[in-house]
């Protein structure tokens, strides 16, 4: 931001020149936000590491560098405190200020990427003809919030769905249909004619063929064989396989199209394995002609391991010996295309940590082979699982697995409970639980690592109160109602007036005042759980604030204009946090 530098950078400066002044290097002036705030507010533990560099005890450079620091417009204290910390507090008139000036910037003064990337962000991976489940939620929830995150620093982000159309289920339907209805036009090689335009199924029956036909390939050796034939006619292109996959599709993507859309996962762009199916061949050719792939017992396959590795790392397969393509092929010919398509300075997976050994692969492959260019990042967010109470992965009360639209519905229906003595229509009651009930979700996912499994707690959740999303959305409510109760609002003053502040008001002001810090780091490790703690530690600051003042009652007119301005400029803050995870808030709840 140009008028508003970050406060940190500012005490660094006037550190740095007062390190200078005394001799020393002015790097040693850096300024963290103190991990101690009962004793100080900012920190810098610069005379510690140059004592090293200087021969000199600590405490005697830090007394130097406070004595050439002086009195400074924006510093209210500055000690050098043994063994050579020197702690910094800002006068509160000048953090007001500085929140009041964060109001009238664009992003409240996060500085947009000097050099914006092109992103493209994988993130659905649900596979069609199965209904989404709780197993899909995570990618879906963590992904969303990253491109978000990433967008809001001012990067160009596509966000791919990249289904799952094109592999092994797909096989295992089309044997199953065959069994069913072996009549269907589709199984007729002699046909030549035009396919039906109604589907030979729908959606429920769909979702019932698959799991079955699942179960049944296991015990059965012949179907399943003759569902991995199916699967190479149809990779080959055969016409009535074709024509079933299309219906299998359509008929299944409105159904993932609604499901996502219910999640408030918005992709740019419905990607599809088989998508990339047309870049297989040259690809397959160049890695051949280049020298990286070579027949290992009849399968082509490029190495992949390096020397420092530790743990194997095996060959990257890319055709099976019987000529079939795999998810490998797969989603190395969808980096080629994402290459044509967007030319993207970063690719980012958000995948089932599990698959974190075959990302690996994927990677080194893909840089081997030159699909990418050198500078490409590629980068893995392997998630966690959401676990039950047991501890083992979520599973509904029969032990099968969940819809994600079920556990949507659920959550819901609690926060309908938590709200039953509300006097509220029907209508807009529901609509607000389902609203509250997403944040309860989202928040519970995201403010854990992306990495973490963590186990899903209803209780806990979507309880109003504690680290939750509804006690985020419950704040932000609390303001809306305050401001609703004074009417129209006069305009913010310019500057922070001349007054003492309480503790429960500066420790908001520094809340506050650390939003950029806290959302170019967010943006920098692709961490959406660093969005969700400062949304509760700003939640706590905003009710301590509240309790410790009465703000409409208050008489002096120009204080309790600031004291406004002040919540609206965390409301407002509220709302951009919470649009990075995704959710939204009621108006009431
Ligand atoms: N459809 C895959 C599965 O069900 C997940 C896809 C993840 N994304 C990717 N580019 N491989 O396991």
Redo the contacts with the bound molecule.
């Keep these: 931001m140009d008028n508003v530098n970050k406060i940190i950078t500012l005490l660094e400066e006037l550190l740095g020149d007062a390190f200078e002044a005394c001799g020393y290097e002015r790097r040693f002036g850096a300024v963290t936000v103190s991990n101690r705030p009962d004793l100080c507010q900012y920190q810098c533990n610069g005379a510690m590491a140059a004592a090293k560099q200087y021969r000199k005890a600590p405490i005697a450079i830090a007394n130097e560098v406070v004595a050439a620091l002086g009195e400074r417009d924006m510093i209210s204290t500055c000690d050098a405190v043994a063994p050579g910390f020197i702690n910094i507090n800002v006068k509160s008139e000048y953090l007001a200020d500085y929140v009041l000036r964060m109001g009238r910037e664009e992003h409240f003064g996060v500085e947009q990427a000097e050099n914006p990337r092109t992103v493209v962000i ?1 993130y ?4 069609v003809a199965k209904p989404l489940h709780v197993g899909h939620m995570r ?1 879906a929830v963590i992904g969303e919030s990253v491109k978000r995150i990433l967008r809001y620093v001012g990067h160009k982000v596509i966000g791919d769905a ?3 159309d094109w ?1 092994t289920p797909i096989g295992l339907i089309i044997t199953e249909l065959r069994v069913r209805k072996p009549d269907l036009v589709y199984f007729d090689p002699d046909y030549t004619g035009e396919y039906p335009k109604e589907p030979p199924f729908d959606v429920s029956e769909l979702e019932e063929i698959y799991p079955y036909a699942s179960k049944w390939s296991k015990e059965h050796d012949d179907y399943r064989e003759e569902s991995r034939k199916a699967i190479l006619e149809l990779q080959q292109g055969r016409r009535g396989y074709m024509a079933l996959w299309e219906h299998i599709m359509r008929v299944s993507m409105e159904d993932l199209k609604k499901n996502y859309d219910n999640l408030g996962t918005q992709f740019d762009i419905w990607g599809k ?1 088989s998508d990339a199916q047309k870049h297989i061949p040259d690809m397959i050719r160049d890695m051949k002609e280049n020298g990286y792939a070579y027949i290992s017992e009849g399968a082509l396959v490029v190495d992949v391991k390096e020397e420092t590795d530790t743990k194997e790392v095996p060959p990257c397969m890319i055709l099976k010996s019987d000529g079939a393509t795999l ?1 490998n092929t ?2 190395l010919a ?1 980096i080629v295309e994402r290459m044509k398509l967007f030319d993207p300075d970063q690719i980012i ?1 958000v ?2 940590k599990r ?1 974190d050994l ?2 690996d692969q994927i990677f080194r492959c893909a840089r081997k082979t030159k699909l990418v260019k050198p500078d490409t990042i590629l980068t893995f967010i392997g998630n966690g699982t959401m676990n039950g109470q047991d501890g083992k992965p979520f599973k509904t009360r029969e032990g099968g697995v969940m819809r994600l639209e079920v556990l949507i519905e659920n959550v819901a229906e609690e926060v309908m409970r938590k709200m039953a003595d509300r006097d509220f229509p029907e209508e807009e009651k529901r609509e607000i639980a389902h609203k509250v009930g997403l944040a309860a979700l989202k928040y519970g996912d995201l403010s854990n690592q992306a990495t973490k499994d963590y186990i899903f707690d209803m209780e806990r959740f979507t309880s109003f109160e504690g680290n939750t999303g509804p006690y985020i959305l419950y704040t932000m409510v609390r303001i809306k109602s305050i401001l609703a109760k004074l009417g129209e609002l006069p305009e913010m003053p310019e500057q922070g007036g001349a007054y003492e502040r309480g503790t429960e008001e500066t420790k908001l002001l520094l809340t506050i005042a650390r939003f950029a810090d806290m959302v170019e780091k967010a943006a920098a490790e692709l961490a959406p759980h660093k969005v969700c703690q400062y949304l509760f530690e700003l939640a706590d600051n905003v009710n301590g604030f509240y309790h410790a003042n009465k703000i409409v009652g208050e008489s002096d007119e120009a204080k309790k204009n600031e004291w406004i301005s002040i919540l609206r400029i965390a409301l407002a803050i509220f709302a951009d946090g919470i649009a990075m995870l995704a959710f939204e808030a009621p108006d009431r709840m």
């Design positions: 994988d659905g991976g649900a596979n990618p990249h289904l799952g592999g394995e998810y797969t989603d969808t997976y995948v089932d698959q075959y990302f």
